[in-house]
Nanobody, 119 residues
């Protein structure tokens, strides 16, 4: 399984970006897809996740500003980011995980895409 993230860049505070992450390979349809981020000197943190039933969960810091969505026909997860703040600056990583019939967790990460928000 490979995940390819794209869409990062430099944006002014208050602006918007859309991140995309396309998966390839043998992915389970019953997966959880999500976005995490890591700022310099900080631990990686959850931003948003979405299940195969489109149930979502967001970090408190992004609620009301970010929206996660998925397109299962394209094995792609999106993160729509609005009202960006300088504190949103980080490398954003996409992730997919599932629990399989052989009672194992499978967990894959994309390569990360830089988001920089200037004040």
């Amino acid at each position: 399984v490979q995940l390819q993230a794209s869409g990062g860049g430099l944006v002014q505070a208050g602006g918007s970006l859309r991140l995309s992450c396309a998966g390839s390979g043998s992915m389970s349809s019953h997966n959880i897809m999500g976005w995490y981020r890591q700022a310099p000197g900080k631990h990686r943190e959850l931003v948003a996740v979405i299940t195969s039933r489109n149930s979502t969960n967001y970090a408190d810091s992004v609620k009301g500003r970010f929206t996660i969505s998925r397109d299962d026909a394209r094995n792609t997860v999106y993160l729509h980011m609005n009202s960006l703040k300088p504190e949103d600056t980080a490398v954003y990583f996409c992730n997919t995980k599932w629990y399989s019939d052989d009672e194992k967790w499978y967990d894959y990460w994309g390569q990360g895409t830089q988001v920089t928000v200037s004040s």
